[in-house]
């Protein structure tokens, strides 16, 4: 059941779109169908499924765009996520809201919209379905709830992925999930030539743990330290189960030495926590740390690079982090 609907909150409302964490994500199967079926259900040469961040509406699916956002106060989407109902225009031309929109009097030369506010559980209206014509046109109701059906899909869709994104034991992100943000932060780190790093961090003899106090106290580890970490990162950095005792970190904005010295601080925290499995177990990590590459790699082999280090740090002693050389010093 939908919760009561809120429509002045408007942090509530960005918090709630981040928590689908959907932004900047690579296309994705469902809703490319989605779209493809709204243009071609209500005939209209444009659709998207639109997402109104703070500044920006970013389109996670698109048909007839050519662009993936704009800026936000030139959206028809801002505003049908300020009503309950759906947002109807059937000649931009002639409303006074959007007949100098650059969207009506510029490409992409927008003149009929129907929008259904993309409302999540909680209440808020994160964006809309939106489906866009060039020449004024009527939406009938039937139409409109075709729209309104595919909007609750959308939803649908993005409640699943977040289920989906997440790993059930830890809390973590999923590898998936975790794979596809690292490869989205590197895109962004490679256009902007900004510093990203990766860390790969390891329970060491686990299987001991496991052995000897069983696979229950292993679990019991394994969420313990995914909570230390996800704890310890900021907003904007990730963390990932990629393997069974394994974990990734993900960190923009970060140089390979500034990572180290969070990993080293995150592994003595891990070091020092009493895991009550029963009975109160502590264990280690090992860390390995690679710095991205933007112009030799993709970020795939970053991780490779981060988790050579790993085992570097494993046949030291174990408990301590390791830095990765980069593949033009392994290469020399």
């Known amino acids: 059941m939908l919760s009561e609907l809120k429509l002045s909150d408007e942090e509530g409302r960005l918090r709630a779109l981040e928590r689908y964490d959907v932004l900047d994500t690579v296309a994705e199967v469902p809703f490319e169908k989605i779209v493809a079926l709204v243009q071609q259900v209500l005939d209209v040469p444009m659709c998207a499924v639109s997402l109104i961040d703070r500044h920006r509406q970013w389109f996670k699916a698109r048909r007839g765009l050519d662009v993936c956002e704009t800026a936000r106060d030139v959206s028809f989407c801002t505003h049908a996520i300020k009503t309950p109902e759906p947002l109807v225009v059937r000649d931009a031309a002639a409303d006074p809201r959007f007949a100098q929109n650059p969207l009506v009097v510029g490409p992409p030369f927008i003149r009929a919209y129907a929008g259904i506010p993309l409302r999540t559980p909680e209440g808020y209206n994160i964006g809309s379905l939106c489906a866009i014509d060039t020449k004024p046109r009527e939406f009938p109701e039937p139409q409109i709830a075709v729209l309104a059906s595919f909007a609750k899909l959308v939803v649908d869709e993005l409640e699943l992925r977040q289920i989906a994104s997440s790993d059930h034991l830890s809390g973590a992100l999923s590898r998936r999930a975790f794979m596809a943000q690292a490869i989205a932060e590197a895109e962004r780190a490679r256009r902007y030539d900004r510093p990203l790093s990766l860390a790969v961090l390891d329970i060491d003899f686990f299987k001991k743990v496991n052995d000897t106090y069983g696979h229950a106290a292993g679990d019991v580890a394994i969420k313990r330290i995914a909570e230390a970490a996800m704890a310890a990162v900021?907003?904007?950095?990730?963390?990932?189960?990629?393997g069974g005792e394994e974990f990734a970190l993900l960190m923009p904005e970060t140089t390979a030495d500034n990572a180290r010295l969070f990993a080293e601080r995150l592994r003595a925290t891990i070091e020092g926590l009493?895991?009550?499995?029963p009975p109160k177990i502590r264990v280690t990590v090992s860390i390995g740390v690679a710095q991205?590459?933007?112009?030799a790699e993709k970020?795939?082999?970053t991780l490779a690079r981060a988790d050579r280090a790993l085992y570097a740090a494993k046949h030291a002693g174990r408990n301590r982090v390791a830095v990765a050389e980069t593949e033009k010093a392994d290469a020399d």
């Open 292 to 295: 991205f590459d933007g112009d």
């Open 234 to 242: 900021r907003g904007s950095d990730a963390v990932g189960r990629i």
């Open 274 to 277: 009493d895991i009550d499995a």
């Open 299 to 301: 970020i795939e082999a």
